[in-house]
């Protein structure tokens, strides 16, 4: 048999952006105006970059708008039809000729994305809607080296996380200065931890603890989460002194903090604990006087112990408890009000997230009150179960932003009458027409 000659595929370019513009096809004496300019040929909730009509066909080109200025661009090798494409804002992308010739030798190497000292040079040069633009399509459709993503401004998020680690301690002795906007920049790096930056600088300035609750805690568990390695030395370091400081200023973002800096350090994040996982199957012993047999295993994720029992009845429980000063109880209030921790339990058919419900008791002695909640579930198929906590506790102010599933399934794995109060305590916050009071409801009864 003959062998056939391997078929050659021809570079693939296409709209780097969501929204593009048809341009006339012949060059105008006249500046292009933007409030003339059609976005994605009447649909601007279409994605340019699924749009059909891009499949193939089209090279990469500038489009000369004015004088002195070229936008990024695209031409149809047979019809000659031409897309600007625009930004965020709806503004034409502008590039360089430089610039041009870099991006039109990565499409024409595509998925292959070594560059040259030379060529990354020039992308430094690019506007960042360019880079990030780029950088989004490397990461949403190859494996793109991490050092790629160094070419964003990095530079703003180091600013912003040392003006947030100077102002979080002495919040009415510090100048915040101007507002720095990371914008949309940094999502091609992932777990967009910047957005919670942006926040965290919001409470900051209005002197908002809850905000800066909530930001914090989000912060911390999406770093918690990150591939650091795209991200520069000396902004890693600025994001580890921040995130201490932030466990610091509130010591139930502890665990959570550690996972974010352990993974800032280059390390895996949340590392494979021993003591978290426990045997299905028990060893011949009574426990007590009742004579079912239980087994538990105890690990510190700080502030919490978190407490894993298996029993012969032929089902589990997950519990966390942490002690409070009186100071601690009345700022849970203000900041929480409702303590949902997160924690994942794992068997050997996968995991699922469940969220404990947290109570104040007490006072328990010596000044001190007791935090705490539990779930009860089936033994899972298999010869082990396991169970840690999941990232950063969150309050009543981000409930109704939590999954369905995961609050359904919590809810019915709610074994006291306190604890399902505390879940309906959850759902009276919540909009009359929000689905979690419903499904909070049914799953209590």
Same mark, same amino acid.
């Given at each position: 048999?003959?062998?056939? %000659?391997?078929?050659?595929?021809? %570079?693939?370019?296409?709209?780097?952006?969501?929204?593009?513009?048809?341009? %006339?096809?012949?060059?105008?004496?006249?500046?292009?105006?933007?409030?003339?300019?059609?976005?994605?040929?009447?649909?601007?909730?279409?994605?340019?970059?699924?749009?059909?009509?891009?499949?193939?066909?089209?090279?990469?080109?500038? !489009?000369? =708008?004015?004088?002195?200025?070229?936008?990024?661009? $695209?031409?149809?090798?047979?019809?000659?039809?031409? &897309?600007?494409?625009?930004?965020?804002?709806?503004?034409?992308?502008?590039?360089?000729?430089?610039?041009?010739?870099?991006?039109?030798?990565?499409?024409?190497?595509?998925?292959?994305?070594? $560059?040259?000292?030379?060529?990354?040079?020039?992308?430094?040069?690019?506007?960042?809607?360019?880079?990030?633009?780029?950088?989004?399509?490397?990461?949403?459709?190859?494996?793109?080296?991490?050092?790629?993503?160094?070419?964003?401004?990095?530079?703003?998020?180091?600013?912003?996380?040392?003006?947030?680690?100077?102002?979080?301690?002495?919040?009415?002795?510090?100048?915040?200065? +101007?507002? =720095?906007?990371?914008?949309?920049?940094?999502?091609?790096?992932?777990?967009?931890?910047?957005?919670?930056?942006?926040?965290?600088?919001?409470?900051?300035?209005?002197?908002?603890?809850?905000?800066?609750?909530?930001?914090?805690?989000?912060?911390?568990?999406?770093?918690?989460?990150?591939?650091?390695?795209?991200?520069?030395?000396?902004?890693?370091?600025? $994001?580890?002194?921040?995130?201490? &400081?932030?466990?610091?200023?509130?010591?139930?973002?502890?665990?959570?903090?550690?996972?974010? /800096?352990?993974?800032?350090?280059?390390?895996?994040?949340?590392?494979?604990?021993?003591?978290?996982?426990?045997?299905?199957?028990?060893?011949?012993?009574?426990?007590?006087?009742?004579?079912?047999?239980?087994?538990?295993?105890?690990?510190?994720?700080? +502030?919490?112990?978190?407490?894993?029992?298996?029993?012969?009845?032929?089902?589990?429980? &997950?519990?966390?408890?942490?002690?409070?000063?009186?100071?601690?109880?009345?700022?849970?209030?203000?900041?929480?009000?409702? &303590?949902?921790?997160?924690?994942?339990?794992?068997?050997?058919?996968?995991?699922?997230?469940?969220?404990?419900?947290?109570?104040?008791?007490?006072?328990?002695?010596?000044?001190?009150?007791?935090?705490?909640?539990? !779930?009860?579930?089936?033994? +899972?198929?298999?010869?082990?179960? /396991?169970?840690?906590?999941?990232?950063?506790?969150?309050?009543?102010?981000?409930?109704?932003?939590?999954?369905?599933?995961?609050?359904?399934?919590?809810?019915?794995?709610?074994?006291?009458?306190?604890?399902?109060?505390?879940?309906?305590?959850?759902?009276?916050?919540?909009?009359?027409?929000? %689905? $979690?009071?419903?499904?909070?409801?049914?799953?209590?009864?």
């Amino acid at each position: 048999m003959t062998e056939q %000659p391997t078929e050659y595929l021809a %570079p693939v370019h296409r709209p780097l952006s969501v929204w593009v513009a048809g341009v %006339p096809t012949s060059v105008s004496s006249t500046p292009l105006r933007p409030e003339a300019l059609v976005v994605n040929d009447g649909d601007e909730r279409a994605d340019a970059r699924r749009l059909p009509k891009f499949a193939h066909g089209w090279l990469r080109t500038a !489009i000369r =708008i004015a004088e002195d200025r070229l936008a990024l661009g $695209l031409v149809h090798a047979e019809t000659g039809e031409r &897309v600007i494409e625009l930004g965020s804002t709806a503004a034409p992308v502008m590039i360089s000729e430089a610039g041009l010739s870099v991006l039109s030798h990565i499409e024409d190497h595509w998925p292959d994305t070594f $560059l040259e000292e030379a060529q990354l040079r020039v992308l430094r040069h690019e506007s960042v809607e360019v880079r990030r633009l780029l950088l989004a399509r490397l990461a949403d459709e190859g494996h793109p080296p991490a050092e790629l993503f160094h070419l964003l401004p990095w530079h703003l998020v180091d600013r912003l996380a040392e003006d947030l680690a100077t102002g979080i301690p002495h919040p009415d002795d510090t100048d915040p200065g +101007p507002v =720095i906007n990371l914008r949309n920049w940094f999502a091609p790096a992932g777990s967009r931890f910047t957005a919670a930056l942006e926040q965290l600088d919001e409470g900051v300035r209005d002197h908002d603890r809850g905000l800066i609750r909530v930001a914090a805690a989000s912060l911390c568990t999406r770093l918690g989460t990150l591939d650091a390695d795209r991200l520069p030395g000396a902004t890693r370091d600025a $994001l580890v002194e921040l995130v201490d &400081v932030l466990a610091r200023d509130n010591r139930f973002l502890g665990h959570a903090a550690a996972v974010a /800096e352990a993974r800032l350090r280059g390390g895996p994040g949340q590392s494979r604990d021993p003591a978290t996982r426990m045997a299905t199957r028990l060893a011949d012993a009574a426990d007590g006087s009742s004579g079912i047999r239980r087994e538990r295993t105890e690990f510190e994720r700080l +502030p919490f112990t978190v407490r894993l029992t298996v029993s012969a009845t032929g089902r589990f429980t &997950v519990s966390a408890r942490a002690t409070l000063s009186s100071d601690e109880r009345d700022r849970l209030g203000h900041e929480y009000d409702t &303590v949902l921790l997160p924690v994942r339990v794992g068997h050997q058919d996968g995991a699922e997230r469940y969220w404990l419900a947290l109570q104040v008791t007490g006072p328990v002695g010596n000044g001190l009150w007791l935090l705490s909640g539990a !779930i009860s579930l089936r033994l +899972p198929e298999g010869e082990f179960v /396991e169970a840690d906590v999941d990232g950063a506790p969150l309050g009543l102010a981000e409930a109704g932003l939590l999954d369905v599933d995961e609050v359904e399934r919590s809810v019915r794995a709610v074994m006291t009458n306190s604890g399902q109060e505390r879940w309906e305590h959850v759902a009276e916050s919540l909009p009359g027409a929000h %689905p $979690l009071r419903g499904i909070i409801g049914r799953a209590a009864q």
